[in-house]
């Protein structure tokens, strides 16, 4: 009978489909830059006090993270039939307390102290000396507890694996599994964002804007695009983990694979740099001055991620130049000049599509009744502001392209520039229609996705390339 021992429950990968150290880590990183050095200081003292030291620094909230529903179905079951249960865990004591007073299902609440690492043999020994050698049922999830069911009355494993059921079936003959949502390839899919690739396209611009398409500079942008794709997918992979408390608090986000749970941390942690990583040793044929370039958007984008995004205007600021630095790679990577036209035009068009980022966001807050954007420094209050912002600098797009127009440079690339008002004419209609959509809350989360994957928006670039060309005939 259930009442006659003690139910304990493992935490890390158990009963929460996440890693409470890295949970603190990250956690922690997303405040402040000196985390992983305060982390490796901690370290060398033990991993007990590492720990405990990412405890202090950390905001965990207990009722955001995922738990494990098949775990918390066998724990309420149990304690239905009168039986006692135990949270017992080698995260740090004080985050499974708040944890186990969230849930109230517990009796009892043991984890890591300052000096204690209570894991792997050190957890078997504590429970064998305080409960008794099988006195107790236990729920775990990995190799390091195997120790403990070895003591244990019953093996109770989450998600088990052949080889780990194989080991445990040569010591135990009471083996219960609990399924909960494994991870799949699409989940890592997911994480990795192929779809995000679509803004690297951009890198093929300076190419088409120079009508100097040859084979070499087609191949040189297409290495290009694998590179910068692969660094943007760590960079989205390490912004994902810094966001987890935001994204959970987030209608949509906290579906994102590490939000979830779906993905665990412990590979998003190691994602992150081997994709940038990856990207930046395929770069290395391209030249040094590409690979810095890749270099300047991988530190751009981490100091977005730490500091600048609750920054307001800067974050818009800095969103803009990220774009605009996929431009300067593909110049950089093709050996083709940029026009200052070029970058002028890109940067106030992209400053007004990061605003329409913030507008959406601005915009769900609204009519969620809130008033202040999670992990941001903005307030309903400002939507009418940044909708201007948006606007002007859409607007401002459109004149830097009429001066262009009117230049003395555009007669060496266009026959019949005249025709370029067209485009003009074109981007007026989308900005509008963009922002007004964005205000009806009708906008993705992000724009530029919005944009190519929008019908109205893909016939409108079609039009205004095929103005474009007509332009250009002789």
Not at 56 to 85: C, F, H, K, M, Q
Not at 269 to 285: E, V
Not at 346 to 361: I, M, N, T
Not at 386 to 400: E, F, K, P, Q, R
Request: aromatic share 10%; with cysteine.
């Amino acid at each position: 009978m259930p009442s006659e021992r003690i139910l304990v429950v493992d935490l890390d990968g158990t009963l929460v489909r996440s890693n409470l150290l890295l949970e603190t880590f990250w956690s922690s990183f997303a405040k402040s830059w000196k985390t992983p050095f305060e982390a490796l200081q901690a370290l060398s003292k033990g991993r007990a006090k590492l720990k405990h030291k990412m405890n202090d620094l950390a905001e965990i909230d207990a009722d955001a993270l995922p738990y494990n529903p098949a775990v918390l179905d066998y724990i309420t079951t149990w304690r239905s039939e009168g039986g006692r249960t135990a949270l017992v865990t080698a995260a740090n004591r004080d985050v499974a307390e708040r944890i186990a007073e969230h849930l109230g299902i517990f009796d009892e609440v043991h984890g890591s102290d300052e000096t204690t690492n209570l894991k792997g043999q050190a957890k078997a020994s504590f429970l064998s000396k305080h409960f008794g050698d099988n006195a107790f049922d236990y729920i775990g999830d990995a190799d390091s507890d195997i120790p403990v069911w070895q003591k244990s009355h019953r093996a109770i494993i989450v998600d088990d694996s052949r080889r780990l059921r194989n080991r445990l079936a040569k010591m135990h003959t009471d083996i219960v599994s609990l399924r909960s949502y494994p991870s799949n390839a699409r989940d890592y899919l997911r994480a990795i964002r192929p779809h995000q690739w679509l803004k690297n396209l951009l890198i093929f611009l300076p190419l088409l804007a120079s009508h100097d398409i040859t084979a070499m500079g087609v191949l040189a942008a297409t290495m290009a695009f694998i590179s910068f794709s692969l660094v943007a997918s760590g960079v989205y992979v390490l912004n994902d983990l810094l966001d987890l408390a935001a994204d959970r608090a987030h209608p949509r986000k906290r579906n994102r694979p590490f939000a979830s749970g779906a993905v665990p941390i412990e590979h998003g942690t190691l994602m992150a740099p081997l994709l940038a990583l990856a990207g930046l040793l395929l770069g290395m044929p391209l030249g040094g001055e590409f690979v810095s370039v890749l270099i300047v958007y991988y530190m751009a984008t981490l100091a977005y991620s730490l500091h600048l995004k609750r920054k307001p205007v800067i974050d818009i600021c800095t969103l803009a130049g990220l774009y605009t630095i996929r431009i300067v790679a593909g110049g950089v990577a093709t050996g083709t000049p940029l026009s200052v036209w070029l970058l002028a035009f890109s940067g106030f068009l992209f400053f007004s599509l990061a605003a329409v980022k913030r507008q959406a966001e601005l915009v769900d807050l609204a009519a969620s009744a809130g008033t202040s954007r999670t992990g941001r420094d903005y307030q309903v209050s400002d939507l009418g502001l940044i909708t201007s912002m948006a606007t002007a600098a859409g607007y401002m797009s459109i004149i830097v392209l009429g001066l262009y127009i009117t230049s003395p440079d555009v007669l060496m690339l266009y026959s019949n520039p005249q025709l370029l008002w067209g485009v003009c004419a074109i981007l007026f209609y989308w900005i509008n229609r963009i922002v007004m959509l964005t205000h009806r809350g009708q906008m993705h989360d992000d724009p530029v996705i919005f944009a190519v994957t929008d019908r109205t928006s893909l016939a409108c670039f079609g039009l205004a390339l095929f103005v474009a060309a007509c332009g250009a005939l002789t």
